[in-house]
C-alpha cells in the first residue's frame, strides 16, 4: 500500500490568486494522478502526472490554469491559477503502485478549497 | 458519449441485510472496473477489482459482478453494519495507463 499527504487540507483563497497544493508519498511510483471532486459530485480526473515527462491534461483542463509540477518519483505539485468561486472544489491526488501488477489507485485525504 | 450510472439515491438499509448497489455505463469497453469506499472528507478507499473475463470477486463481506453484456456491475455488502455506512464510487479503467473514470457514487447509511 501506499501512504499519501497532502497539503495544505484546506484553504480559503480570495478569487484571482493562485494555491499550489502539494502531494507527498511514502514510496516511489511512477503514475500520479490529480482529480478534482466538486461538492455532492464524483472525482473528476484532471491530469496524469509522470515523472520526467509532460502532465497529460483531461479534456476540460489546459496547463495554465492547472499547472503541475513532478520533480521525483514521490513528489508532485497541482497549481489552481488566478483562482474563481467555480474552482471550490477538493483536489485529491492519487498514484497507482506498480502498473502491471496492481491497478489499485492510493488516494490522498484531499485538499478542500473555497474560493471567495 | 460514454456515462457510468449509479444511484443518486441513498440507499438505507437495516443492520444485518444485504446492500446492493449498481453501476451501468454506456459506450466503454474497460478491461476492468474497480470499487472504492469514500468516507466524509476523505480519500476514496480501494475495495475491489474485477477483470472483464471474470464473472465474479469476492472479499470478505463483499462481492462484486461484473457484466460485460448488460454493461454492469453488482456491490454487495452482506450482513451490513452501521460501519459500512459511506459513500462507494464505481470507476472503469479508460485507458492502459490506468486512468480511472468515476461514477457519481451511492450513499449506503446502514441503521442499527
Known amino acids: 500500500s501506499a501512504v499519501i499527504s497532502q497539503k495544505p487540507s484546506r484553504d480559503i483563497c480570495q478569487r484571482g490568486t493562485s494555491l499550489t497544493i502539494q502531494c507527498q508519498v511514502d514510496?516511489?511510483?511512477?503514475?500520479m494522478f490529480w482529480y478534482r471532486q466538486q461538492p455532492g459530485q464524483s472525482l473528476t480526473l484532471i491530469a496524469t502526472?509522470?515523472?520526467?515527462?509532460?502532465?497529460?491534461?483531461e479534456s476540460g483542463f489546459v496547463i495554465d490554469k492547472f499547472p503541475i509540477s513532478r520533480p521525483n518519483l514521490t513528489f508532485s505539485t497541482l497549481t489552481v491559477s488566478n483562482m474563481s468561486p467555480e474552482d471550490s472544489s477538493i483536489y485529491l491526488c492519487?498514484?497507482?503502485?506498480?502498473?502491471?501488477?496492481?491497478?489499485?489507485?492510493?488516494f490522498g485525504p484531499g485538499t478542500r478549497l473555497l474560493v471567495l | 458519449s460514454q456515462k457510468i450510472e449509479q444511484n443518486s439515491e441513498a440507499l438505507n438499509i437495516q443492520e444485518g441485510k444485504t446492500a446492493t448497489l449498481t453501476c451501468n455505463y454506456t459506450?466503454?469497453?474497460?478491461?476492468?472496473l474497480q470499487w472504492y469506499r469514500q468516507d466524509p472528507g476523505r480519500g476514496p478507499v480501494f475495495l475491489l477489482l474485477?477483470?472483464?473475463?471474470?464473472k465474479e470477486k469476492r472479499k470478505e463481506r463483499l462481492k462484486v459482478t461484473f457484466d460485460t453484456t448488460l454493461k454492469q456491475s453488482l456491490f454487495h455488502i452482506t450482513a451490513s453494519q452501521p460501519a459500512d455506512s459511506a459513500t462507494y464510487l464505481c470507476?472503469?479503467?479508460?485507458?492502459?495507463?490506468?486512468?480511472?473514470?468515476f461514477g457519481s457514487g451511492t450513499q449506503v447509511v446502514v441503521t442499527p
Open positions: 474485477i477483470r472483464e473475463n471474470e
Open positions: 459506450n466503454y469497453s474497460p478491461a476492468y
Open positions: 502526472a509522470n515523472q520526467g515527462s509532460e502532465a497529460t491534461y
Open positions: 470507476a472503469l479503467v479508460t485507458d492502459s495507463w490506468g486512468k480511472l473514470q
Open positions: 492519487s498514484v497507482e503502485l506498480d502498473r502491471g501488477r496492481s491497478e489499485t489507485q492510493y
Open positions: 514510496s516511489q511510483v511512477t503514475m
